[in-house]
């Protein structure tokens, strides 16, 4: 076959000695073998890839969407909220006071649901390949940072027409969305192996998500929540997220670090479980999706 | 020298729940009914003992590198599951197996492919689930290509594929794989025959590279071209580890009389059992060699279980590679059989053989009223024609001699030395 390329069998012969690989029936429940995730980092790249591109592909408005959907949201709430209910909205225009929380808040919501049903989703290739199952959440996470990022273009052009002028606050805008990004994966670490067996999570989690978005500072401004409650409040990750998403944009005030601090030690409690849960799960994967 | 081995495995066993495929895909609403029901009838320990099977069990083996090993079974034997394990899809429940080397699993040729994108956005896509980097696709970029004969089609999306082409550039993204342990699934029966026969080349020249290749497959044809050893497994155990001759003889054996893999029986209880099916020569000695132009006789024991009436007994002739010859059936050739019950045989006696040169099995076929339902398949053996000359399936299925006749022309005076 000539018009294969193919290496020397000496070559092959050392080459082969190098890769071992042993197969056993348990593993201890803190070997999360995150060494393995690292090693095919580009299957991971190339499944974003794919759910970017198959996402537009099939979308008349392509990349409109990315912009479109939180502008929506964003025109209901300044209609509902700003005018009939006449939120308060400490003092900054209400449609822009509503985009900086629905922006990080349309991520997460998005990041969840993908995570939390993607295997689901992918199940032909859970079924007939092998690759470290971390990376199915991980790559579902990842795809929606680029609808951010264009929604994002679109917040600071608001800003602009709304005479704000953004600052050097906006450099919490990226760890505040690594933090979204890393709840949303730990969500999908939790729900993502029930949703394998129990098709209910795919039902569940956009209705949690309507939940947790009035649990969360979007229409209403953290000050409205009752001192006594704000720390229990802030249990929700999303909060300091959002919180701290608001202050990157207008700058008022301090940074609520009590609230990010919360979201931190939270997301870092499930996270932490949620690997661990994940890794005892994966096993069966392949058996019963 | 363990060097030497490429697969090394060790009282490899999966265990699962019977059923559980069925069951725990549906809704957290079965399950608690589930449970519910479970705790009112108490939970007995030997009713779940029941509910598992092991789909694989105490399998031993170790592969040389360069080694070429057939699995074979029926369905339900247990080899998808073992290679399943070796290609780290699934977990076992018991044992272990070490593999040395880069291993590339092809269980189902275009998993992955994504039917919105084109052919090479899903180049790209399926080389790096099979575990390519993209710098090696991207370098084997143009031999894909050439290799699946899509040619300007690799811009158009997978969708508007045929599904010759489809499968095509599947298999040649995997072919460049270039692993050094191979598994593969029944992946070589695709594609038109010329294709197929391109995939079999390629095998060997895998082989010869000293690629070490586990191969499953119901085609007893293509394991005999590629291995040497096969490996054979019944209800999950290994029953014969050994030279491919001696394992297909085993196997053959055992798979007569055995329900044909394609065939469900829905009504619940059978109408019909073949029990014994007999082949013999036209010296009436039982026989598993046919020659060719010779006619044979095929009796067919059956055990009816409940009145069937007008059936129609089918005889199906298959070759090794599962190309269906031909079909003798009792209702086209106007032999009425008014009704049938308890045991009894029926006859055929055949035309001359011309099948060439092959092994070839019989599936037994019985039909309600004519043309009606299925009541049974089974396999009823195999056996072998012996043609002098046409001794493989290289010359086409059947052989009749034509009438030949040569017309001479005026002026080729030359012609008589030339050649290529």
């Known amino acids: ?289 | 020298m363990t060097n030497d081995i490429a697969i090394s495995v060790r009282d490899l066993g999966k265990r699962y729940r019977r059923g559980a495929k069925s069951r725990n895909h549906d809704s957290l609403r079965d399950v608690i009914q589930d449970g519910v029901m479970s705790l009112m009838r108490g939970g007995d320990a030997e009713r779940k003992a029941q509910d598992y099977f092991w789909a694989l069990r105490e399998a031993n083996f170790d592969i040389r590198r360069g080694e070429n090993v057939g699995i074979i079974g029926l369905n339900g034997a247990g080899k998808s599951t073992l290679l399943k394990i070796l290609s780290r899809i699934v977990t076992p429940t018991a044992g272990s197996a070490d593999i040395t080397g880069r291993l590339g699993a092809l269980l189902e040729v275009g998993t992955g492919f994504h039917q919105e994108l084109t052919g090479r956005e899903n180049t790209f896509l399926y080389g790096s689930i099979l575990g390519m980097t993209r710098a090696e696709v991207a370098r084997k970029f143009d031999a894909i290509v050439d290799f699946a004969e899509i040619g300007d089609f690799i811009d158009t999306p997978v969708k508007r594929y045929s599904s010759g082409m489809y499968v095509r550039l599947a298999f040649a993204v995997a072919a460049h794989l270039d692993p050094d342990i191979l598994l593969l699934d029944e992946v070589l029966a695709v594609g038109d025959f010329a294709f197929q026969r391109k995939c079999m080349n390629f095998a060997r020249s895998l082989e010869q590279k000293g690629s070490t290749i586990l191969f499953v497959s119901h085609n007893m044809f293509s394991i005999k071209t590629m291995c040497q050893r096969v490996i054979y497994l019944k209800r999950g155990q290994i029953v014969f580890d050994g030279p491919t001759d001696e394992g297909l003889r085993l196997y053959e054996n055992d798979s007569r009389l055995q329900q044909a893999p394609w065939f469900q029986d829905e009504s619940g209880k059978p109408s019909i059992a073949i029990t014994d099916v007999t082949l013999r020569d036209e010296k009436g000695n039982e026989t598993g060699v046919v020659d060719f132009g010779k006619r044979m006789s095929i009796r067919i024991g059956y055990k009816a279980f409940r009145p069937i009436e007008r059936p129609d007994f089918r005889v199906g002739i298959n070759r090794s590679d599962e190309v269906h010859c031909a079909t003798f059936s009792s209702t086209a050739d106007k032999f009425e059989i008014p009704m049938i019950e308890g045991e009894g045989s029926i006859e055929l006696k055949t035309p001359p053989v011309r099948l060439v040169s092959d092994l070839y099995t019989m599936n037994i076929v019985v039909r309600d009223r004519g043309f009606g339902r299925i009541l049974c398949a089974q396999i009823g053996g195999s056996f072998h024609v012996r043609h002098p000359v046409f001794a493989s399936n290289a010359f086409g299925v059947f052989h009749e001699s034509a009438e030949w006749r040569a017309h001479e022309t005026a002026s080729a005076p030359q012609r008589a030395e030339a050649g290529p």
């Open chain 1, 1 to 289: 076959m000539s018009d294969v390329a193919f290496d020397t069998a000496a070559a092959r012969a050392e080459a082969a000695h190098h890769e071992v690989t042993h197969i056993r029936p348990d593993r201890g429940w803190l070997d999360l073998d995150l060494a393995a995730v690292w090693r095919y980092r580009e299957l991971l790249l190339v499944l974003i890839m794919r759910d970017i591109q198959v996402l537009y592909k099939q979308a008349a408005l392509g990349a409109a969407w990315a912009i479109l959907q939180p502008l929506f949201a964003v025109v209901i709430f300044t209609v509902i909220f700003g005018y009939f209910v006449k939120m308060p909205s400490d003092g900054i225009p209400y449609p822009i006071f509503a985009f900086a929380a629905v922006l990080p808040w349309t991520y997460f919501a998005e990041a969840t649901r993908r995570s939390a049903t993607g295997m689901v989703d992918d199940a032909e290739l859970v079924r007939k390949v092998y690759f470290p199952r971390l990376i199915m959440p991980l790559a579902k996470v990842c795809g929606p940072l680029l609808d951010f990022s264009i929604a994002f273009v679109v917040l600071l052009i608001m800003m602009l027409c709304y005479g704000i002028m953004p600052s050097w606050k906006m450099i919490v805008v990226p760890p505040l969305v690594i933090l979204a990004g890393l709840l949303a994966l730990s969500v999908g670490l939790w729900l993502g192996p029930i949703n394998v067996r129990f098709r209910d999570i795919k039902h569940t989690v956009p209705f949690m998500l309507q939940i947790g978005m009035y649990a969360a500072p979007i229409v209403y401004p953290l000050s409205r929540v009752p001192e006594e409650w704000r720390t229990l409040y802030s249990l929700n990750p999303m909060v300091g997220v959002i919180d701290g998403f608001r202050w990157a944009v207008f700058g008022r005030g301090e940074l609520n670090l009590e609230a990010i601090g919360l979201s931190c030690i939270v997301i870092l409690v499930l996270l932490a479980g949620g690997l661990v849960f994940f890794r005892r799960m994966e096993r069966s994967f392949a058996d019963v999706i």
